[in-house]
């Protein structure tokens, strides 16, 4: 089973920061496109951001300004540095292996998955 293992959520004041990380096995790294998704109290799962083979990234309206992705293909190991948080950004969040747009990084959606993360806890306090 594939196995991609996020990292580094907690719990921060509204206003804080925290960097997630997730790391992939390397033929998975290196075959797809990575995306995060969050999943608030009941609330559906929402695509975040993502970054293609080529670094380029794609955000959700709700995180442009607030959010990075970016990767390291020497640690096959993609993370989303999340700034100003808000406590409407509570939630678990999940990286993916997305299959890849030929037009380009877009949103990521739930039917481009090819392999999902466990998820990591965040919560933001105010």
């Not at 960097?19 to 799962?45: D, H, I, M, N």
Request: hydrophobic share 30%.
């Amino acid at each position: 089973q594939v196995q991609l293992v996020e990292s580094g959520g907690g719990s921060v004041q509204a206003g804080g920061s925290l960097r997630l990380s997730c790391s992939a096995p390397g033929y998975v790294y290196k075959s797809y496109c990575l995306g995060w998704f969050r999943q608030g109290p009941g609330t559906e799962r929402e695509g975040i951001a993502t970054i293609n083979k080529g670094g380029t990234t794609y955000y959700a309206d709700f995180v442009k300004g607030r959010f990075s992705i970016s990767k390291d293909d020497a640690k096959n190991t993609v993370y989303l540095e999340m700034n100003t948080l808000k406590p409407e950004d509570t939630a678990t969040y999940y990286c993916a292996a997305l299959s890849c747009d030929t037009r380009g990084p877009t949103l990521p959606t739930i039917p481009s998955v090819i392999h999902w993360g466990q998820g990591t806890q965040v919560t933001v306090s105010s």
